[in-house]
């Protein structure tokens, strides 16, 4: 029998990280990964060409690691060049999409490679979440399953639907190397959600599961773009949605909206975190708003956003107090420039 098309994997896993001047954090993220590698199991790191101390701290990890690979690129392409290079780098059946600043549970590679079979695609990983500093739980489970759960082409549309929200954290991806590099990537190069679009691109997919384990830590508040939040929810992630064509109008819709800027009440929490203001305003394509829409915009565009943080605060912890993402909300809000009053005045309090 012919074997020549069926490919041959040195490990059942390679964890892809990309990483940029995050020296500060890389060390605690490989500190928890470093006693789960097994000799079925690689670790990757491309560094697109980091200024700070990242190679330094990289030297002890290489003299004292197995299976670890370190790849410094000459320059900075960006993240989602970064993780695709790191997928084609890998020698594993399957890759993990870590991110370069959150943990992982010490239980975390032994359940994934539990979990790895010839059925399956693509593996979601479950994740508590704390704040910058570690010290505070603010969600005991990102996922709220009780139980593993599947999906698979014909039930994709669900799957999209209820998950690609949560997918946009791409430290939750374990994907198929053969699959990854079966799609087209280039086209998602400046997306920031390259992962996002390899995965949805296409409707053909085996088995995805999904672990109810919480697997990983996630260092809230921490990531790269939190500078660009406005621009990466109310235009990138909304474009990059709306661009998957199989998907019906009310499955996107139930993601994100096509046209945030519509949405006032989106755009007053955006402005009581500081991202939305009137510079941004003049940026936006007034003709697909209406008079109304557009007028309104501009208001809050303008309006001070230190009431914004105060009645969005009071509003998430009072009328929106049960619901589970409200207590993320609040705490972007008094750890933002136009919450730190707030924060300052419960110090005070307390």
Known sequence: MATKNIPSYKY???????????????ASTLDSLAPQITKSVELIVVD????????????KYKNSLK?????????????????????MYAQGEFCWLMTDDDLVKQCAVETILNKINKKRDLIILNSEVKDKELRKILESRRLNLEEDTQFNSASFG???SKFSNYMSFIGCIVIRRSLWLSRNRSIFYGSLFIHIGVIFQNTYINEIYIISQPLLTIRYGNA???PRTFEIWIFKWPQLIWSFKHFSDEVKLSVVPKNPMKNLKLLFYHRALGGYNYAEYKKINKQSLSKFNSLAAFILSIFPGRIAALISVLFFMILKKSHSESKLKVYDILNCSNGKFLTNFLTNEK
């Open 12 to 26: 059942s896993l390679s964890i892809c990280i990309a990483t940029y001047n995050r020296g500060l954090y890389l």
């Open 48 to 59: 697109g060409n980091s200024t700070d101390n990242t190679s330094e701290i990289i030297k």
């Open 67 to 87: 299976n670890f690979r370190y790849f410094q690129e000459p320059t900075n392409s960006g993240v989602d060049i970064d993780y695709d290079r790191a997928v």
């Open 158 to 160: 669900e799957f999209f």
């Open 224 to 226: 790269m773009w939190t």
